[in-house]
């Protein structure tokens, strides 16, 4: 079969073995896959993975021993952990050492015309969401994940550092319960999307140390941006984002890493220590309130959507994906 | 001016004095007033409070001292603090021990032509929100202190006791951050307007304890109603409400209670500890993450609306408004 194949470099196999069901596992024929901030950097080094790539899908099981699961339409999460040692035991299977990660650690991805996946990681898809909505469970469960872990208030001033895929979508499940919403970008075309959803948005080069237009009129009164931001959420996906988000957040306030890239961070943690911020590593979320939210169209994601190839077109398809919006794989 | 009094009984007067505009204080003239569950408390009883009543409104600052206001549409915390006080000093103004309440409490409501409230307490409307939105913007801040006070996870079920206009503001808020929502209520006709949410509803009398129907379909799960719920909110405004809410909640899960009337309300608290449930009171809440959520349209009001009569009219408004939605004054 078909399958994007990173060893080394990324290309197109013709001739990659299907999958097989083990027990437990479906076969899955992928509808859409999108391309991830992640898989890119995966093919700069990211996690030294090397196979099929690709972890957000959506998509049909084609085979599977539990036959009520066989031509459903299924999203899924991507850790297939073991299930029996005691960091599945405590309930955070997603944590689990011996864990495989889709596309990402030790399996196979959904790049391919077949590829399998534990039972236990689908969800069905409700009929009211597209292809093209549900193929964004994934990247919207992440940013639940923010929702998840940590107490948004309605008054909280958020800040999201990076207008990219993740950012645009932690800006929308983050307002959803009130919160005062502000992404710091580099793309001002994207504004439409969010000024729509009732979310500002800053240019990056806005917020310098200093600078004169360090200032954001929030409702009634001027704020300055330095350190006036109960919780920032750094999207970036670049070592830079961490720095300027740093310097947004305030004493006392949350600073949630959500980037994942290959190479080290710095940050003066001493700083940390004397403004007390708290730093809060988030990666994968819940699916179920993702696919509700999908369904009640609470999260526009058409206009997520930079652009459509064929599998077998897979490295174009990269190429075009460094720095844009959502670039979908159909198989 | 005409005014709509409780001193005993409700009556309408003609020759009410006109407010005078004190220091710091703006004069209103309210467009609609909406009529809430505490008013109808308050004409049996409820705090022994004596005067204009009226709490929920939407009007045009005619007179102020800071004549910026003069003009503006505005809707009004209804909590007047003293701002100098311990309570107020830490943050807490709308639990000033020497607050005065706007219609509940040492203040004439805005059930009236014209009434004063503090511009402290003043929020300018967005043009985008009518008034038949604004006027709601009080009792959804209520629903939105829930989030303000508590970490509701995406993944967490939630019920509300009471399908009434609070109950169902709350449902609407606190779906937001993704939650399953179910609606425990006796009117099966305002399930249409929660479904279009995603919302579930189940008739309050399929809950009873042992009984074969006590049972919720949560998608793919059928999960039993009893001590199944993370959080259940009581909106019932009655005694029994409390006892049904209990019921719902599991071990260690919160409880809020949001009814307020005249009365006490019986529960096994040595029950209570040995579940470790958590119960936590809720009143007002915040207004600028409301009027951002009404407008972006996330909270649907028009269907709340019941009926509106005039100032003129409102002993046959209150007599109207007992079990039924929101019913508005036109001044």
């Given at each position: 079969m078909q399958a994007l194949l990173f060893d080394g470099q990324l290309r197109l196999v013709h001739d990659y073995p299907e999958p097989s069901a083990l027990p437990g596992e479906a076969i899955i024929r992928p509808h859409l896959i999108g391309i991830c901030n992640t898989d890119i950097e995966i093919t700069r080094g990211y996690k030294g993975f090397k196979g099929v790539l690709g972890h957000e899908f959506v998509g049909t099981v084609v085979?599977?021993?539990?036959?009520?699961?066989?031509g459903r339409r299924v999203v899924g999460e991507i850790n297939a952990a073991c299930g029996g040692c005691t960091t599945c035991l405590r309930g955070d299977a997603s944590h689990c050492p011996e864990r495989t990660t889709l596309g990402i650690k030790g399996r196979d991805g959904a790049m391919a015309e077949l590829f399998s996946l534990p039972v236990a990681c689908l969800h069905a898809v409700p009929d009211d969401v597209p292809d093209a909505a549900a193929v964004f469970t994934e990247p919207l469960a992440a940013a639940l994940e923010i929702l998840e872990q940590s107490h948004l208030r309605p008054t909280d001033r958020v800040a999201i550092v990076g207008d990219g895929k993740l950012g645009l979508l932690c800006a929308q499940a983050l307002r959803l319960p009130g919160c005062e919403v502000v992404v710091v970008g580099r793309h001002a075309e994207r504004g439409e999307l969010l000024h729509a959803q009732g979310i500002a948005m800053m240019p990056a080069?806005?917020?310098?140390?200093?600078?004169?237009?360090?200032q954001f009129r929030s409702p009634g009164l001027p704020i300055a941006w330095?350190?006036?931001?109960?919780v920032v959420v750094d999207c970036t996906g670049q070592p830079g984002g961490l720095a300027l988000a740093r310097r947004l957040v305030r004493p006392r306030g949350r600073l949630i890493l959500k980037s994942t890239f290959a190479g080290d961070s710095t940050l003066d943690l001493s700083a940390v220590a004397v403004d007390e911020v708290r730093l809060i590593g988030s990666r994968c979320g819940p699916f179920a309130p993702a696919l509700r939210l999908l369904a009640r169209g609470l999260?526009?994601?058409?206009?997520?959507?930079a652009g459509r190839f064929a599998l077998r077109d897979g490295q174009n398809a990269f190429r075009a994906a460094a720095g844009q919006l959502k670039i979908l794989l159909e198989v």
């Open positions: 085979a599977c021993q539990n036959t009520s699961w066989v080069e806005a917020i310098r140390p200093g600078a004169a237009v360090d330095s350190q006036s931001f109960d999260i526009a994601t058409e206009p997520l959507i």
